[in-house]
């Protein structure tokens, strides 16, 4: 039967991705990728090789007489790999040419051996018929037809599907993994086939349509036998199997309505996640000194706490901030026309506060909060001209950015350690 041939399509799971022909293409005219997935070297030629900058940087464009190697395309990320030891760092398809960028020349009508990250590949091939296959059954089981798709690059991340659907209960999405899963367990055959443009079997392909740059007569797609059949040309495994197991993780809104983004892992990536899950777990477990079963509980505790908390110190803050004011409006006589203020354990809340009860009695505030001599907030306040004027270079001085209107400037601070000299930059500027 051979090694099935695959579909990454850009933004839409259900969309047509066929590459540039040439007019009179026939099978063997694809790329060895296409043909044989599994394939992981091939003894090629080199047609040519020309100088090409890679963001200012020099570099090469190769072709190859035929690769194991898959171009970007219709969305699915490129192969990566070597041609005689020299890394290839990407690949991009050109009309019928896939073009190899390296960063060392390579001799024309050489010989060349084709390696290809067989991890990375693999992996593209698992989440992309996994795509396929959620796909199919979201559509098959309740309607839901896939508008666009991404494909994450690395193990540790996860792709989604778009439903044309603005939610989905958990049954339903439970639903389509055990589905997925039970098909995965039959060990279903995923085959290309390739057909005619004129064909009348093309009308029972699922497709939206052919690129503009479409040429030739063949069209290549894959059929997951018995549930689905659509066009493709990136790189999918030959049998459900090697899937292993499908994960639908979590869902999402798009924003705009009318979709929902459905999060899942395929393959390998289910059992990498499944790792780093049960790594958190032991981590967590250590830290709470509580078994995985009792997490939810001793966290929903630890947050009841922490609200309270924070409510006390919040409370403390502004009576605080009150004693402060009113301790600078009567220590002297007449009232310092100037409150300059540092604390370590301030907050934005506090600062405001702060100016609110000075600047009403026509006190100008500086106040600042974190770190003697690392970075903190800042806000100065008072007279609208004034802070206007010295607002940016009170900035200046504590090496932050701020802004503000109306008698308030405020922002963040890289260091306090000039403080003083901020304090007397005010205090000269009242004396004027």
Known sequence: QGYTEGVMIR??????????????????????????????????????CESAKNGGAECYEVVLEDT????????????RGKINGVDVFRVIRRGSKAVHF?????????????????????????????????TAIADREFGFKTKSWHLSIGVDSKCYVELGTPSLTKEQLDHIEEVCNENIRK??????????????????????????????????????????INTCCGTHVSNLNHLQCIKLVSTEAKKGGGSTLVYYLSGDRVRA????????????????????????????RLVKERAHLTSVVDNQLKELAQLLAFQHLHSNDPVDPVATIHRNDGDNMFMNLLA?????????????????????????????????????????????????????YQGKASTLERREDVYKLIRDFKKK
Not at 12 to 31: D, G, H, I, N
Not at 204 to 227: N, T
Request: charge should be negative.
């Open 68 to 79: 194991v190697l898959f171009p970007e395309g219709g969305g699915q990320a490129d192969d």
């Open 273 to 300: 996640y499944l790792e780093s899950t049960i790594t958190n777990e032991r981590a967590i477990t250590k830290l709470l000194s509580a078994r995985a079963d009792d997490h939810v509980s001793v966290v929903e």
């Open 102 to 134: 390296v960063n060392s020349p390579l001799q024309v009508d050489s010989e060349a051996l084709v390696e290809v990250d067989w991890k990375r590949r693999f992996d593209h091939m698992q989440q992309h018929s996994g795509q396929h296959l959620i």
């Open 356 to 408: 609110k009860e000075l600047t009403s009695k026509g006190v100008m505030v500086m106040v600042t909060v974190g770190g003697n001599k690392g970075a903190g907030q800042f806000l100065l306040a008072g007279e609208e001209a004034a802070v206007a004027t010295l607002g940016p270079q009170v900035a200046a001085l504590l090496e932050g950015k701020g802004g503000g209107r109306k008698g308030m």
């Open 11 to 48: 933004n839409s799971v259900c969309a047509l991705l066929v590459y540039k022909l040439l007019p009179r293409l026939t099978r063997a005219m694809s790329f060895r990728c296409q043909r044989d997935s599994y394939l992981q070297t091939l003894n090629t030629k080199v047609v040519s």
């Open 187 to 228: 060990a279903v055959p995923v085959v290309p086939h390739w057909y005619n443009i004129q064909d009348p079997k093309l009308d029972a392909v699922r497709s939206r349509g052919l690129p503009d740059d479409f040429e030739g007569q063949d069209i290549r797609v894959v059929e997951i036998e018995g549930i689905d």
